[in-house]
């Protein structure tokens, strides 16, 4: 895997020039008020908000979507994030492991052991069940999904039903999430450098 956590940030000039889609902010209303709600809870205007602010319908949808997921709670929310994290670094998401391992640091899990996601395999900072969840999310994104029966059975006797399912899920939202970006060009924004500087965001 050669991705690194946490990726290095382009400047907004060459992430603009990247991206495949303008992220300027939208005319008229919207234009001044999702900047603003993008900063008070991120301390900065989020690439990936911006390009699908060119579709309204399809903004409104994701963020209703967005907000029902963070109430799901059948699985460990360090779980959640090792099975995002690895989801994203499997696609090669830069956008999504820099603002993934900023929201991941503010939910308080440690900085080594979100650095070790990618190269998972080799490190000795992962549980068995964690291990597990990371080769299962790796699992489920390739395509077409490479998930055993047995690494199913494991994790359904570990996390019980309601948990896999959340599991499962989660790794399937962060495909769309990771999809979307990487498809329209977008890369790091700094994010993770604010993890390292307490206060510099938000």
Excluded at 152 to 171: H, K, N, P
Aim: aromatic share 8%; proline share 5%.
């Amino acid at each position: 895997m050669s991705v690194v956590i946490p990726a290095p940030p382009m400047d907004s000039a060459t992430r603009s020039a990247r991206a495949r889609i303008s992220l300027a902010p939208p005319k008229g209303i919207w234009g001044r008020i999702l900047p603003w709600y993008s900063r008070k809870l991120y301390g900065d205007v989020l690439d990936a908000g911006m390009a699908m602010a060119h579709n309204r319908k399809v903004l409104m949808a994701l963020m209703g979507f967005e907000r029902r997921i963070g109430k799901w709670d059948s699985l460990d929310p360090d779980l959640k994030i090792l099975a995002q994290m690895a989801a994203a670094s499997s696609i090669e998401c830069s956008w999504c492991l820099d603002f993934g391992y900023f929201l991941a640091h503010q939910k308080g899990m440690a900085l080594a052991k979100l650095e070790a996601v990618p190269n998972w395999r080799n490190s000795a900072s992962f549980s068995k069940l964690e291990r597990e969840v990371l080769e299962y999310a790796e699992a489920a994104t390739a395509t077409p999904p490479a998930v055993t029966d047995e690494l199913a059975a494991s994790l359904r006797r570990s996390l019980g039903d309601a948990a896999f399912v959340e599991l499962t899920m989660i790794v399937a939202v962060e495909n769309l999430r990771s999809r979307f970006n990487s498809a329209l060009g977008l890369a790091s924004q700094g994010f993770s450098e604010a993890c390292r500087l307490p206060g510099a965001r938000g």
